[in-house]
Nanobody
């Protein structure tokens, strides 16, 4: 079991920044990757970014590349998402996710993750 708790969401003006954090606990030694996804009401959850647990390599959705940065702090067992140059279209509920099963893929798809946080709302005003 892996437990995830997100924090750091809120309301920000367009062009501003927010930093989301995901505190992890439990069987973190079994992780393959950690990711961030986002979802609007009535829409499918979409991939934002992920960090590999073995080598800390990262990948991003095209829509956030160059603006968002995913990182990890091993000492604090946290994964963060630094979001800069925010746009109104970045308004979503953001979810932290953990993958403890092996897939021969990029860990950018929903089914590759088996643990999820409760979500945190990010609202960007124009």
């Amino acid at each position: 079991q892996v437990q995830l708790v997100e924090s750091g969401g809120g309301l920000v003006q367009a062009g501003g920044s927010l930093r989301l954090s995901c505190a992890t606990s439990g069987r973190t030694f079994s992780l393959y990757a950690m990711g961030w996804f986002r979802q609007a009401p009535g829409k499918e959850r979409e991939f934002v970014a992920r960090i590999s647990w073995s080598d800390s390599s990262t990948i991003y959705a095209d829509s956030v590349k160059g603006r968002f940065t995913i990182s990890r702090d091993n000492a604090k067992n946290t994964v963060s998402l630094q979001m800069n140059s925010l746009k109104p279209e970045d308004t979503f509920i953001y979810y932290c996710a953990a993958a403890t099963r092996y897939y021969r893929g990029t860990y950018s798809r929903l089914h590759e993750y088996n643990y999820w946080g409760q979500g945190t709302q990010v609202t960007v005003s124009s």
